[in-house]
């Protein structure tokens, strides 16, 4: 690890300007669960650390039935797993930050950070492998180690998103609320990450002297309900394998809406309008969950090794649908 200047500006103004136009020159800091596992790892030299946790007023939760919930960046995973409000009507969203790695860095991890985290590939984690995401030629996932890579989306490189929180916010319908020197803009989150086949260099559409500073998820519409299901090698602590946000509203076991996005298994988070599509206007059943299930995965283009995915998506899946329906009961 190289030396570095380490900033800790008190203001986002501030912040920004510290950040410069050049992902070279600098990098935030706000948990830094990443971060420092990428700068150990010797993956990322940046000439600036950009400390978020002296900025005031980037951690908070806050919530009106007209505005729905706001979070502030630097609110902790820890936090928004706990808030009682959040696991009654933004349960995808808790159950998604609790899954979430181990206590200790629930409590430091940022949902921010959450969201704006780099690819855990191995090949991109190598300091020796200049693959495609580090400027390289070549994804040595295609034709290597592709156990836990992509079956949707993938190309030219196969990475899968490591977030948790994202795929049920996306469901959820949240925005993000991005700052920099030309003012804020508010962006669906479902439009704010990227595939490799649009950018390769980094997964969001944030910029360099961009910053996440808020997430706005609306309102639920009465009668809605949600989980967030992940399927993982190690059960105490582990990235997911494949998981699925499932939110859908119910008049008794009739879905009149439905989102559902999976994890683990696509550069982005994944939504699926196929499974969405089958139960839309019915009523729930093991048979219809399992078609929904089925109709996720239609479009899965394994690699190699990663096949097995396929089932367990169908499987996580179908249990996100009938368990939140179970919840109307």
Known sequence: MRAFEYVKPTTVAEAIRELGRSWEVAKILAGGTDLLGELKEGIISPQKIVNLKGVANLSYIRFSEKEGLRLGALTTLAEIEAHPLIKQRYTALAEAAKSVATPQIRNIGTIGGNLCQRP?????????????????????AYNGENKFHAILGGGPCYIVHPSDCAPALIALRASVTIT????????????????????????????????????????????TRSTYLKFRERDSFDFAVVGAAVVMRLRGN???????????????????????????????????????????????????????????????????????AAQTE
Do not use: M
């Open 180 to 223: 920099s020197p030309r003012g804020q803009r508010s962006v669906p989150l479902g439009e704010f990450f990227v595939l490799p086949s649009r950018r390769l260099d980094h997964e969001t559409i944030l910029e360099p002297d961009e910053i996440v500073t808020e997430i706005q998820v609306p309102t639920p519409s009465p009668n």
């Open 254 to 324: 009739l879905c009149e809406d439905v989102r559902i996005v999976l994890s683990g298994v696509a550069p982005i988070p994944w939504r699926s309008p196929e499974a969405e599509a089958i139960l839309k206007g019915k009523k729930i059943t093991p048979e219809l969950a399992e078609q929904a299930a089925k109709a996720s995965v239609a479009k899965a283009q394994p690699l190699a090794q990663n096949a097995y995915k396929i089932p367990l998506v169908q499987a996580i899946v179908k249990q996100g649908i009938l368990k939140v």
């Open 120 to 140: 855990r590939c191995w090949y991109y984690r190598d300091e020796h492998t200049r693959c495609l995401k580090k400027g390289g030629h070549i994804c040595f």
